[in-house]
Every structure is written in structure tokens, then in C-alpha cells.
């Protein structure tokens, strides 16, 4: 059995966690005088008509409740954060100490694992993916250090599907990679719902050193918001916790996500929109000269490779069409990654790509 004590900052293990007046006091009270707050009420108010005078509640237990009747992942096992940028940062600070251990990345990938293992000063160990854009699984282990003392890396993140190749890894190599690797494997799954992949929540019950990460950002539309998801083993999320700023989910966002998972077929109308967009976007785009490659995506986003990407890129932004410049990202040479748009964005794109041509 895995045991993730063994691998946590000693620092973090002695942690006493901060206790905030609303972990020392959880029940029904009619005068609440132990937290500071303006007792007056707030200038502004929820849309429901709350006020945002009290401190929320640190550990969003009616929010995890609702996210694991959706989920089916027990509120024990769920972590939130301030996007999951919040969550990235924490398991480097929880696993890696400074200058000691490291990180394994397989660019092209999210940028932000590196920024966050860079301000952690967290050495990054890159295997780049093969030229097919899947896991190079066999130099992954390799450089992996088993049964040693783990001061190589402790975390190893995989982004399925993948920022910005589109692409979901095989399953059958994501899982071999939990098996495999002695620390703990971060499955990044920011794009999972326009995906024919299935989650790897699954593989929780199964295995004690994994992450998944989810976010509303995405396919729920509530970027703004600043809310992600991480799914881990009690023990994890219990660190997790341990470490997070106390109030990290403020009421807002604790409100208006309650609001968002009632309206689920809201969320759902638009991935199959995304899916059915993504598609005509493809077959349109295949029909450009100028576009060399399209890369399956199975997200909501596409990344192209185009004769000149960078002179398309400014040509687009001079007509307001902004789109991400992937060029100078190794294996992403002359991409560009273009975002599904509503029919009517595509549109645009698409004629101002045939007059660019011609
Ligand atoms: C792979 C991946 N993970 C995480 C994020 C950030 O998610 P959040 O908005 O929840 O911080 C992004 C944002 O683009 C992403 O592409």
C-alpha cells in the first residue's frame, strides 16, 4: 500500500494547520461575535440577497456535496480550490522541498506546472512527448527514481487531454504510469468533458498515489470564478486542506457553482454544441491551402499547423481575432491553437482565414 506520509515535507507533516473562527465554532448561533466581521452587514449582496459580511465556509462542505452527488467521488476525497492553479501550487508545496526534489513535465504541456515548480524552486525534469503527441512512458519511468529515496521527482503531471495538443493519452499508459511511478501522478483533466475518454477518477479506488484535477472553467463557463477540483485519497486531501489559505473559496463562487450544478443541462447543450462546432471547424479549416495540419483535438480547442503561423496570428489579431501563437513551442512549430468559438465566432475566423489565403 502506498503511504503518503513518507513522501510529504517534513515541515508539512508538523504543520499546525491555522484554526479559523469558523472551524473552532461550526453550529447554529444566533449572535456571531468571534470573527471580526462587520456585524452591520455588507454595501453589496448576493444575488439570492445574502450578504457578504460573514467569513464563508473554509471547507465548502454544501458545495462538495453537490459536486460528489455529480461526481460520485465521496466529499472526503474532493478538494477545491482557487482554480486549479490553487491545487498545482499546493502539491508542490506539500511534496517538494526547494532545491531538493523535482518535478516531471511532458512538454508541450500546460505552462503553468513549470511556473509553479519554478516559484516552488522545484528543479523540472522535461520528457518531451514522442512526435505523436503520446507519453513517452518508457523514459518517463526511467528517469524515475524506483525504490530510491525520492529526492528525484515526486510528482509527475500528465494533461489528458492535453494543452495544447488537443490529444488524450491512452489509458492503458496513464494507468501503467500510476502503477509505475513511486511518487504521485497528477492527471490533469481541465478539458475531460469534451472528451470520448473516461475520467481516471475511476482508477481512485484503485490507487493512493494519484490526483485528478477538474475545473469549472471550462465546460461548466465560470472561468471568472476561480474554481478547480482535485480528487485524491482522504489522506491527500486532508494535506491539501492543511495547507490551503483558510477562506480560499470565497461566498460568491460558493454560491453562484451551487446555482451552476443545478442547471447541468445548461453545461451539457453546450459541450455537444462545442463537439458538433469543433467538427465543422475542422472539415472547414481542411479545406484552406494555407492550414498543413490539423491535429485531432478532443477538447474544445484545436491546434493547426498553417504555413506561416506567426504572419496568420498578426493578421488575425489586426482584425480582432485573437487566436494563441503555439510556433516557438517545441513540437508545436508553425501551430496555432484556436479555441471553438459560438457558430457565428467560427464564421468570422473562417472567412477572414480564406481572405488571408487568397
Ligand atoms: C490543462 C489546464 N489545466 C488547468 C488550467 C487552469 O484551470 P483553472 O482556471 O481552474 O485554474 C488550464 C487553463 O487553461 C489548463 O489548460
Known amino acids: 500500500m502506498f503511504d503518503v506520509e513518507k513522501i510529504i515535507r517534513q515541515n508539512i507533516l508538523n504543520l499546525k494547520p491555522y484554526s479559523s473562527a469558523r472551524d473552532e465554532f461550526k453550529g447554529e448561533a444566533s449572535v456571531f461575535l468571534d470573527a471580526n466581521e462587520n456585524s452591520f452587514g455588507s454595501p453589496v449582496s ?81 520528457i518531451n512527448l514522442l512526435p505523436n503527441f503520446e507519453l513517452d512512458v518508457e523514459r518517463v519511468l526511467e528517469v524515475s527514481p524506483i525504490g530510491g529515496d525520492l529526492e528525484g521527482a515526486k510528482l509527475l503531471f500528465i494533461c489528458s487531454p492535453n494543452n495544447p495538443t488537443a490529444n488524450s493519452f491512452h489509458a492503458d499508459d ?61 489522506s491527500i486531501i486532508d494535506y491539501m486542506n492543511k495547507v490551503k489559505p483558510p477562506y480560499n473559496i470565497n461566498q460568491a463562487t460558493q454560491q453562484l457553482a451551487m446555482e451552476a450544478l443545478n442547471n447541468i443541462e445548461w453545461v451539457n447543450e453546450h459541450i455537444r454544441e462545442t463537439i458538433t462546432e469543433r467538427a465543422n471547424l475542422e472539415e472547414k479549416l481542411k479545406q484552406n491551402p494555407f492550414v498543413e495540419k490539423i491535429y485531432p483535438s478532443d477538447a474544445n480547442f484545436i491546434l493547426v499547423k498553417v504555413k506561416d503561423a506567426q504572419a496568420t496570428y498578426n493578421y488575425l489579431v489586426s482584425l480582432g481575432i485573437i487566436v494563441r501563437d503555439r510556433s516557438k513551442v517545441s513540437l508545436c512549430e508553425g501551430c496555432l491553437r484556436i479555441t471553438v468559438g459560438t457558430e457565428s465566432e467560427n464564421r468570422a475566423l473562417l472567412n477572414a482565414l480564406k481572405k488571408f489565403q487568397a
Do not use: H
Open 174 to 234: 496513464v494507468e501503467l504510469l500510476i502503477q509505475k511511478f513511486p511518487g504521485i501522478v497528477v492527471i490533469d483533466e481541465a478539458y475531460i468533458n469534451f472528451s470520448k475518454q473516461k475520467s481516471a477518477i475511476r482508477f481512485l479506488t484503485e490507487y493512493e498515489n494519484m490526483v485528478v484535477l477538474q475545473t469549472f472553467s471550462k465546460a461548466w463557463g465560470l472561468a471568472a470564478l476561480r474554481l478547480g477540483m482535485a480528487f485524491a485519497s482522504q
Open 46 to 126: 448576493l444575488p439570492l440577497g445574502e450578504g457578504l459580511n460573514r467569513y464563508p465556509d473554509p471547507f465548502q462542505l454544501e458545495l462538495k456535496r453537490k459536486i460528489s452527488s455529480i461526481k460520485g467521488v465521496p466529499v472526503q476525497n474532493t478538494f477545491l480550490g482557487n482554480g486549479s492553479d490553487e491545487a498545482i501550487d499546493l502539491l508542490f508545496r506539500i511534496f517538494c522541498e526547494p532545491k531538493v526534489n523535482k518535478v516531471i513535465i511532458c512538454p508541450p504541456t500546460y505552462g503553468m506546472y513549470e511556473v509553479s515548480a519554478n516559484i516552488n524552486d522545484v528543479g523540472v525534469i522535461k
